[in-house]
Every structure is written in structure tokens, then in C-alpha cells.
């Protein structure tokens, strides 16, 4: 920037002080000036007046959270209500008199209105930082507009800019950009949401169907956003094609892993070799499947901790899914009893005391094979279904051993522990040492 340039800007900015201190010399500023005092004040008793009534109607309000949170934050906002509206009247007035008019009341009016329209509005962001940014902004440029100032500093920052080979690229441009981007990117996002959340609650769709459209739909709309926003501004998109093949290149090399899980989720999504609710085994991570995301899987276990599984393991390592084809799984229970007892007597009563059980799938038939004739027992395992893995197999598990103690103490049924036979090969003496006798008198 030159100095003939600095010059120019400095000369505006003297003008503009030169008139904003000519201001306060005129009687009629001053009396526009303690007529919107004046409102400032009847609005601030006007809101404590009507505090206590609003505040109690807002609590007989029952089963209607939606109008509750708009009078609540009308409420919020009372005083500058109050404050527009006698402005309003004071306007009013100023025009019934047949007067000039009151051009510090009408630009007060102006600002207070379009803030209170930006600040209720912007309530429709629910993150308050991103409300407030919002809010700032474009209440900034509003005011701008009110006060005739936002051409001219348009001008400035249009004239303040740098040239990078044939191209020219000015403050303004950078600022129009970055709004631009960021209120695309938010529609874009809210719509994407909204979508999704539609086809989530889609029946007819499978589960990995309505994740995979999701998905798509907020990038394809995110990538739209991004085309439309840099189109409005005047950017080039043909000259972004060495960018992006530099950036394509940088991805390639330092975002491996990163592009990798995003492919990796994109297979899962199509193969359907897992979806939401299906019931894993990965190493030792045990659990059901909440989400499935660009990035990782997210499985929750029944200890209530949530892994967050990269989906290049799902593709590389091998995966138990226990609800692949159906729901049902089997489970085997090995137990034994003592040689005492007859092993068909024994089969009969694991059966019947395993269909006991709530979790079991009688209908699918309960099997008890013997395996073995152990040190100690005859062994023996009970096979069954169950149609809810996602509950957890050792709980069922327990239940079933728990039915077989009860059956088999009932039956007069034992269940052995280990004996021990020591034999030894040479004589041991064996010594006891007494006390002698208490004399006898």
C-alpha cells in the first residue's frame, strides 16, 4: 500500500470525525439525543414493571416446550422491545407534529430493530458461540448500511490488496470468501442433517442402505456449497485444478491411514458385513455395533465402554459377527458328574433344566452329548440357542449352570471335586508325641 493511498484513507476518516463532531453543536442533535435517553429509560421501567406478570404466565405454560422457549426468550429481550417500541412512538410523533425528521431517533430506531431481529433470528443456531458470531456480524454489517459507511469501507478494502501473478486478490474479497464459505457450509450442514435424519427413520431402507445415503448426501452437499460459494465470489474453479491435484498428491502421502479407514467405511457400507445392532467379536472386544461413521466403528460393550474401532481392522483382521445371517447363536455349557450316576438319567435332566431357562430357544432343540470319562467325573456338554448375543453369553451361561445345581441336587445327582491318592514307596514312621499322665493322688 503507497502513500498516496494511506493518504486518501486518512482524508476520509478526518471527514468523517469533522462530521461527527459537528454533531453535538446543533441544539436539535442534542434534543434527538435526550428524546432517545428518555426511551432508554421508560423502557427499562416498562420492563420491570411487566417482569412479575410475564414471569408468571411463562410458568402456567404445561406441555408446550416450544412456546415456552419463544416467550422466554422474548422475555430475555423485553427491554429492548420496549426500548424499539417508544422509539417507534417517538417517530410517531415527530411525524404528526409535521416537522423534519428526527434523524438520530430514526437511526437509533434502525440499529435497535435490526438487532433485535438478528438476535431472535440467530436463536434458530443452537450453538450459543456460533448464535453470537452471527449475531455480531451481521448486525456489524446492518449498522454499516444504516450509517451509509458500508460502500465506503467496501471501497477501502476493495483498494487494499495484493497481486499473486495475473491475479488480484483484495481484503474484500477474503472477507466475502469466508462469509460466503462459512453460511454454505452451515446450510449445507443443517440440510445434510435434516436429510439424514429422514432417511434414518426410513423402514423400507436396510440399516447400511440409509447409513451410506446419509453419508453421501452431506458430502455431495457439502462439495456443492463448497463450488456455488467460490463460484459467487468470482474464483476461478479451473484455476483450482493444480491445487487440488497438489492437495490430492499430500492426502496420498500424509493422510494414508486417514483416507484408508474413509475407503474401508465405504466397503463396510456396501458389502454389509456389519450394520448397527449386529453383535461383534474383534480380539478381545465383545459388544454390539451403535454407529458406523467415516472414520471408525463405534461398539459399545456391556460394561458400557465404547470402542471406537478403526474400519480398516474390520476389513484387514477377522471379525465374529454373531448376527451376520440370522440372530440365533449357539452355546456350549460343558459340566460333569460323578461315576456314580447314570449318564442317561443325566442327559434327560440337563435338557429339561435348560429349557428352564428364559434366554434359551426351546423350539430349536437343547442337545447334551457325553464327551469324556474324566479323573474325577464323567464329563458331559449341553448345547443351545439363544436369540440375543447383544445381552451378554456369560450371564446366560451362569443361568444355565445354575439350572443344572438346582435339577441335579433335586435328582440326588453329585457333582464331583478332584480325589488325590498318595501311595509312598517307603516305610514312614509316624511318632506321637504324648504328655505324660497327671499324677493320681
Not at 178 to 194: C, H, M, P, Q, R
Request: aromatic share 8%.
Amino acid at each position: 500500500m503507497n502513500s498516496e493511498r494511506l493518504w486518501t484513507i486518512w482524508q476520509a476518516i478526518s471527514v468523517w470525525l469533522s462530521e461527527a463532531l459537528a454533531f453535538f453543536y446543533q441544539p436539535s442533535q442534542l434534543a434527538q439525543l435526550g428524546a432517545v435517553v428518555v426511551c432508554g429509560l421508560l423502557a427499562l421501567g416498562a420492563n420491570r414493571a411487566t417482569r412479575g406478570p410475564i414471569e408468571t404466565q411463562a410458568r402456567r405454560i404445561k406441555g408446550a416446550p416450544g412456546l415456552l422457549r419463544i416467550v422466554a426468550a422474548i422475555r430475555r429481550r423485553m427491554t429492548l422491545v420496549f426500548f424499539v417500541f417508544f422509539l417507534w412512538m417517538a417517530r410517531l410523533l415527530d411525524t404528526a407534529a409535521g416537522g423534519p425528521e428526527s434523524r438520530v431517533v430514526a437511526v437509533v430506531f434502525h440499529l435497535a430493530l435490526a438487532y433485535l431481529v438478528i438476535a431472535v433470528g440467530s436463536r434458530i443456531v443452537r450453538n450459543r458461540l456460533l448464535s453470537r458470531l452471527i449475531t455480531a456480524v451481521a448486525w456489524g454489517m446492518a449498522a454499516l448500511s444504516i450509517l451509509k459507511l458500508l460502500d465506503p469501507l467496501a471501497d477501502v478494502l476493495s483498494r487494499t490488496a495484493i497481486d499473486v501473478g495475473s491475479s488480484r486478490i483484495s481484503a474484500l474479497l477474503v472477507i466475502k470468501t469466508v462469509l460466503t464459505l462459512a453460511i454454505a457450509l452451515w446450510f449445507a450442514s443443517t440440510i445434510g442433517n435434516y436429510l439424514d435424519g429422514r432417511v434414518q427413520r426410513s423402514q423400507e431402507l436396510t440399516p447400511t442402505l440409509r447409513v451410506l445415503i446419509g453419508k453421501f448426501l452431506k458430502i455431495g452437499l457439502i462439495l456443492v456449497s463448497l463450488a456455488i460459494s467460490l463460484a459467487s465470489v468470482g474464483v476461478d474453479l479451473t484455476a483450482l485444478t493444480v491445487l487440488s491435484g497438489a492437495i490430492g498428491v499430500g492426502l496420498g502421502f500424509g493422510l494414508q491411514k486417514v483416507v484408508s479407514n474413509f475407503i474401508s467405511g465405504i466397503i463396510i457400507l456396501t458389502d454389509r458385513s456389519i450394520k448397527p445392532g449386529d453383535t461383534i467379536s474383534l480380539g478381545e472386544t465383545f459388544g454390539w455395533i451403535r454407529e458406523l461413521r467415516a472414520r471408525f466403528v463405534s461398539v459399545v460393550t456391556r460394561d458400557g465402554r465404547e470402542y471406537l474401532i478403526p474400519n480398516e481392522d474390520f476389513i484387514t483382521n477377522q471379525v465374529i459377527n454373531w448376527s451376520f445371517s440370522n440372530e440365533l447363536v449357539r452355546i456350549d455349557v460343558e459340566f460333569g458328574v460323578s461315576y456314580d450316576s447314570d449318564p442317561h438319567q443325566v442327559i434327560e435332566i440337563a435338557k429339561a433344566a435348560t429349557v428352564t431357562v428364559d434366554r434359551v430357544v426351546a423350539h430349536r432343540g437343547v442337545v447334551c452329548w457325553m464327551t469324556g470319562f474324566g479323573a474325577s467325573s464323567i464329563d458331559f456338554v449341553i448345547r443351545f440357542w439363544i436369540r440375543d448375543p447383544q445381552a451378554g453369553l456369560t450371564n446366560v451361561r451362569g443361568q444355565v449352570l445354575l439350572a443344572l445345581w438346582d435339577a441335579f441336587k433335586a435328582a440326588g445327582v453329585k457333582i464331583p471335586f478332584p480325589h488325590r491318592e498318595i501311595i509312598m514307596q517307603t516305610p514312614v514312621d509316624v511318632r506321637l508325641d504324648r504328655a505324660d499322665p497327671p499324677k493320681q493322688d
